[in-house]
């Protein structure tokens, strides 16, 4: 069965440090797609990346990045340099699109960037 | 620029009422999906739709019902209010296929409390 663990419930930084998000999933397909939405306080779900099973290569825009190692079935999420305006709900999320066009979030992980 | 929105964004109503909350898309998206946030739960599928005429129950469908006449709107309909169903809804639209992209973009949220 799909699934997707977001381990750290709650994760609290100071201004400019670095900052991993962890997801580790599940899947029996070899063909799917992981993504990554970030909720800030005001509430709206806003989409970051998606990443196919297929392409491995690790993501990077501007101070955010992404590593995806199919080995450990992880995507994991960096925000190097955090700032305030990081502070957010983070989900990462699985589709088996083969199978249907559902995703599935994990639980989701709460930032916090202090001043 | 294609959007999703939903409306009212916030509504107030009685246990035992009939609400109906409205979400329209200009993606062209053939995928539309309810889901509803809880603290505690995350993002929790409601219903969803492959296109027009297909509704499909998601894992808490109970006391709601979508019905899809066209490709924008997915209308998301309370039969009768419980106060049980207090909670944030998202109404979110994907593509269906890779061209596309799977990613579901979603509306801004519609903060429902029954009273």
């Known amino acids: 069965a799909q699934k997707v663990t977001q381990a750290q419930t709650e994760i609290s930084v100071v201004e400019k440090e670095d900052v991993t998000l962890d997801c580790v999933y599940e899947?029996?397909?070899?063909?799917?797609?992981l993504f990554w939405y970030k909720q800030p306080p005001s509430g709206e779900l806003v989409f970051l990346i998606r990443r196919n099973s297929f392409d491995e290569q690790n993501e990077i825009s501007g101070r955010y990045s992404w590593n995806f190692q199919k080995s450990t079935s992880s995507f994991n999420f960096t925000i190097t340099a955090s700032q305030v305006v990081d502070s957010a709900v983070y989900f990462c999320?699985?589709?088996?699109?083969?199978?249907?066009?559902?995703?599935?979030f994990g639980k989701g992980t709460r930032l916090h960037i202090l001043p | 620029d294609a959007e999703i929105t939903q409306s009212p964004r916030h509504k107030i109503t009685e246990t035992g009422r009939q609400v109906t909350l409205a979400c329209h898309q200009t993606w062209n998206h053939n995928n539309m999906f309810w889901y509803r946030q809880d603290l505690g739960h995350g993002l929790r599928l409601i219903h969803y739709?492959?296109?027009?005429?297909?509704?499909n129950k998601g894992e808490v469908s109970d006391g709601y019902s979508v019905s899809r006449s066209n490709t924008e709107d997915l209308p998301l309909t309370l039969e009768s209010a419980a106060s049980s169903q207090t909670s944030v809804y998202f109404c979110?639209?994907?593509?269906?296929?890779?061209?596309?992209?799977?990613?579901?973009?979603f509306g801004p949220g519609t903060r429902l409390t029954v009273t």
């Open positions: 739709s492959y296109g027009v005429q297909d509704t």
């Open positions: 979110a639209s994907s593509g269906s296929s890779y061209s596309q992209g799977y990613e579901q973009y």
């Open positions: 999320a699985l589709s088996e699109a083969r199978r249907d066009d559902k995703i599935i």
């Open positions: 899947t029996r397909d070899t063909t799917y797609y």
